[in-house]
């Protein structure tokens, strides 16, 4: 059974990617360990309603430093049982992974059921520069990949530049491009590599990896990572990166949230998560992403049966992150009730389903709202982020 592993940077598209192959499988049954950088499972959240009892989920650090290979193989015997009928397994990788970690993981495994299926990489054609030029190590993880997606080509200020950039740093790995992770599922599942590009794979690329120093538990609010990678971890993407997770089961108020969303510092890169506001929608909870500048909301159901609790995850760099905390807590309703202009600053980032990709501002009616306690808040469209697919 062949073992894939999706990895890419925070906000990427992995788990957006991973959603549409689980619905467009052509009938190939798909498990999943989804790992999550923070304590709350927020991947694992978006995918388990499609998977089932064939997911397993690891929060609140990185896989490649929280377990090792025999714990890997723990999880890969229970996705592995005959009984759960699963044709592949991919191994979805919090954004600040190291893949080549994770790839000696899956070599190492004991399990005389799995095979190495391939590494993918997931690149953000529109933060492509900017996360190149912040993290150089980029360069290694393409050089590594049997197929790099390059999602969000839609958004990218020059996307054929942004291709022919990529092209140039794999080593013979297919280049695709994509929009909202729309992928044929048979490019993920026939980017095995030969033998002797695992040979390569085990001893060249991943040896002088590690000697160039892969490896760290990340700090941070939630304090992943550490444990029993040592200092062999200290050089991964993580370390320099801090967590906050939040979680209320008070309902937000929409204008004191999108204040905090609109003063957000330059180092919070990635926030993702449910929001649930309380008497402005009780029907519904909002997923909220956010990589860098661009933002979006998602309404959806809530669940049938469990709490409606707001839980956010918060990823950045060199952030204050309990004032960043506090500054949520101030976020929570007052009041039971809501007023009929409340939302108006949330819907100016909701793309209802089935609505292709539109600029900001462009959003149907939502575009002529103007909020009367907020004025001129949605009068210039190029004050706000684009409206993109959820980021994961």
């Known amino acids: 059974m062949p073992v894939v592993v999706l990895a890419g940077f925070l906000g990427s598209g992995k788990t957006t990617l991973l959603n549409h192959l689980l619905h467009h499988s052509g009938g190939s049954r798909i498990g999943a360990i989804v790992n999550d950088f923070g304590a709350i499972e927020i991947d694992a959240m978006a995918v388990a309603g499609a998977l089932g009892d064939s997911t397993v989920s690891l ?3 990185c896989l490649c430093c929280a377990v090792d290979a025999g714990e890997l193989d723990q999880y890969l015997d229970r996705l592995t049982r005959p009984r759960a009928g699963i044709d592949v397994i991919v191994v979805e990788a919090s954004g600040l992974a190291e893949p080549q970690e994770l790839v000696r993981m899956v070599l190492a495994s004991e399990n005389p059921r799995v095979v190495y299926g391939g590494l993918v990489e997931v690149v953000d054609a529109a933060e492509f520069d900017g996360t190149r030029a912040r993290h150089p190590e980029i360069d290694r993880h393409l050089a590594l990949a049997d197929l790099v997606v390059v999602n969000k080509a839609d958004r990218a200020d020059d996307a054929e530049r942004v291709l022919a950039t990529v092209r140039s740093l794999v080593d013979r790995a297919a280049v695709v491009p994509a929009t909202y992770g729309r992928v044929d599922p048979e490019f993920l599942f026939d980017c095995r590599p030969g033998e002797e590009r695992v040979g390569q794979l085990s001893f060249d690329d991943l040896h002088l990896a590690e000697e160039d120093g892969g490896g760290g538990g990340g700090g941070g609010e939630d304090g992943p990572g550490g444990g029993s990678g040592g200092d062999r971890h200290t050089g991964h993407l993580h370390a320099g990166y801090d967590t906050l997770s939040f979680v209320s089961d008070v309902p937000l108020d929409p204008r004191r949230l999108m204040r905090f969303l609109d003063s957000r510092p330059d180092g919070l890169y990635r926030i993702k998560g449910y929001v649930g506001f309380g008497p402005y929608d009780p029907r519904n909870r909002y997923a909220v992403h956010a990589v860098g500048r661009f933002l979006r909301f998602y309404p959806e159901p809530w669940p049938a049966g469990g709490p409606r609790r707001t839980q956010l995850v918060l990823i950045g760099s060199g952030t204050d992150m309990p004032a960043l905390a ?58 706000a982020p684009d409206i993109e697919d959820p980021p994961v």
């Open 59 to 61: 929060g609140n650090g």
């Open 326 to 383: 506090g500054e949520l807590q101030e976020c929570e309703q007052d009041t039971p009730h809501a007023d009929e202009h409340g939302m108006w600053g949330v819907l100016r980032y909701v793309r209802g389903p089935g609505q292709e990709e539109a600029p900001a501002g462009a959003h149907g009616a939502a575009e002529a709202l103007e909020d009367p306690e907020d004025p001129g808040a949605a009068e210039d469209p190029g004050d």
